[in-house]
C-alpha cells in the first residue's frame, strides 16, 4: 500500500481494497457451504446420538482397544477400503468407537451410513420383494464407510443370511465397512445358521481387516456400581 500511495496509483489502492474484501466475503460464504455439508453428512448417516471420540473415557476402554484406536482414528483405513470388527461384551464402548469414527469420517468429507444388521436387512427383504433390491445396492456400495451395528443380537433365517452376505459382499475390498458384535466369531453359526455360508462371510469381512477385542468389564455397569455406592 505504501508503494502504490508514493506512486500515486489510487485507483490500484482502490481496488485492491474492493478484490481483498470480495476474497474475504468468498471465503467466508466458502466456508460456510462447507460447515453445512459437514452438518448434512452427519445428519444423512443416522447416527443414533452424536458420540464423539474425544468423549471416550479411553483408559477404561479394553486393552487392545486402548492400544489400536489412535492408528484407526486416523481413518487410513478407509482410504484403503479396509473394515474393522468390534467383537466384546456389551458395554464395552463398541458403538461409541463405531460412532465417533463415523463422525470424524463426516467431519473429513466421507459418506457414511449407520444402521443396525436388524434394520439393514429389514430394508433389504422390502426392496428384494418390491423387486427394487439393485438401486438399494447401488446406493449401498457407493458409501465410503458403513457401520453395522449390533451383529449378531438376531438371528437370520437361510433366504435372510443369503441376502445379507450378498450385500456386503458387495463392499469386501473396495469399501470400509465396521460390524460391532458381541459374538466371537466361533459363535457367528449361530446367526446364520448354514457353516459354509457363516466361513465365507467371515472370511471376507475379515480380510485385512482390523480385529479388535473389546471384552471386558462394562463401563455402563462400573458406572451404575458407582452411581450405588454412593
Same mark, same amino acid.
Given at each position: 500500500?505504501?508503494?502504490?500511495?508514493?506512486?500515486?496509483?489510487?485507483?490500484?489502492?482502490?481496488?485492491?481494497?474492493?478484490?481483498?474484501?470480495?476474497?474475504?466475503?468468498?471465503?467466508?460464504?466458502?466456508?460456510?457451504?462447507?460447515?453445512?455439508?459437514?452438518?448434512?453428512?452427519?445428519?444423512?448417516?443416522?447416527?443414533?446420538?452424536?458420540?464423539?471420540?474425544?468423549?471416550?473415557?479411553?483408559?477404561?476402554?479394553?486393552?487392545?482397544?486402548?492400544?489400536?484406536?489412535?492408528?484407526?482414528?486416523?481413518?487410513?483405513?478407509?482410504?484403503?477400503?479396509?473394515?474393522?470388527?468390534?467383537?466384546?461384551?456389551?458395554?464395552?464402548?463398541?458403538?461409541?468407537?463405531?460412532?465417533?469414527?463415523?463422525?470424524?469420517?463426516?467431519?473429513?468429507?466421507?459418506?457414511?451410513?449407520?444402521?443396525?444388521? #436388524?434394520?439393514? *436387512?429389514?430394508?433389504? +427383504?422390502? @426392496?428384494?420383494?418390491?423387486? &427394487?433390491?439393485?438401486?438399494? !445396492?447401488?446406493?449401498? $456400495?457407493?458409501?465410503?464407510?458403513?457401520?453395522?451395528?449390533?451383529?449378531?443380537?438376531?438371528?437370520?433365517?437361510?433366504?435372510?443370511?443369503?441376502?445379507?452376505?450378498? #450385500?456386503?459382499? *458387495?463392499?469386501?475390498? +473396495?469399501? @470400509?465397512?465396521?460390524?460391532? &458384535?458381541?459374538?466371537?466369531? !466361533?459363535?457367528?453359526? $449361530?446367526?446364520?445358521?448354514?457353516?459354509?455360508?457363516?466361513?465365507?462371510?467371515?472370511?471376507?469381512?475379515?480380510?485385512?481387516?482390523?480385529?479388535?477385542?473389546?471384552?471386558?468389564?462394562?463401563?455402563?455397569?462400573?458406572?451404575?456400581?458407582?452411581?450405588?455406592?454412593?
Amino acid at each position: 500500500m505504501d508503494y502504490s500511495r508514493e506512486l500515486r496509483l489510487p485507483a490500484f489502492r482502490r481496488d485492491f481494497s474492493v478484490l481483498a474484501k470480495e476474497a474475504a466475503i468468498e471465503r467466508m460464504d466458502y466456508e460456510g457451504r462447507l460447515e453445512n455439508r459437514k452438518k448434512s453428512q452427519i445428519r444423512k448417516a443416522n447416527f443414533p446420538s452424536k458420540m464423539y471420540l474425544n468423549e471416550l473415557k479411553r483408559e477404561q476402554l479394553p486393552p487392545n482397544a486402548m492400544e489400536k484406536l489412535p492408528l484407526l482414528e486416523r481413518l487410513d483405513f478407509i482410504e484403503s477400503g479396509q473394515n474393522i470388527i468390534l467383537a466384546g461384551n456389551p458395554g464395552t464402548g463398541k458403538t461409541h468407537i463405531a460412532v465417533g469414527l463415523g463422525l470424524k469420517a463426516c467431519l473429513q468429507g466421507y459418506k457414511v451410513l449407520f444402521t443396525t444388521v #436388524h434394520k439393514l *436387512l429389514t430394508q433389504i +427383504r422390502e @426392496s428384494h420383494s418390491q423387486r &427394487t433390491l439393485k438401486v438399494i !445396492e447401488a446406493r449401498f $456400495e457407493k458409501y465410503d464407510l458403513v457401520i453395522c451395528d449390533e451383529f449378531g443380537y438376531v438371528s437370520f433365517d437361510k433366504e435372510g443370511s443369503e441376502l445379507l452376505f450378498n #450385500h456386503l459382499s *458387495l463392499r469386501a475390498g +473396495r469399501r @470400509s465397512t465396521i460390524i460391532t &458384535t458381541n459374538l466371537g466369531f !466361533e459363535r457367528w453359526e $449361530e446367526i446364520f445358521g448354514d457353516p459354509v455360508l457363516t466361513a465365507a462371510l467371515a472370511d471376507r469381512l475379515t480380510h485385512r481387516a482390523y480385529l479388535i477385542n473389546m471384552n471386558g468389564e462394562s463401563y455402563r455397569l462400573k458406572e451404575t456400581k458407582e452411581m450405588m455406592s454412593k
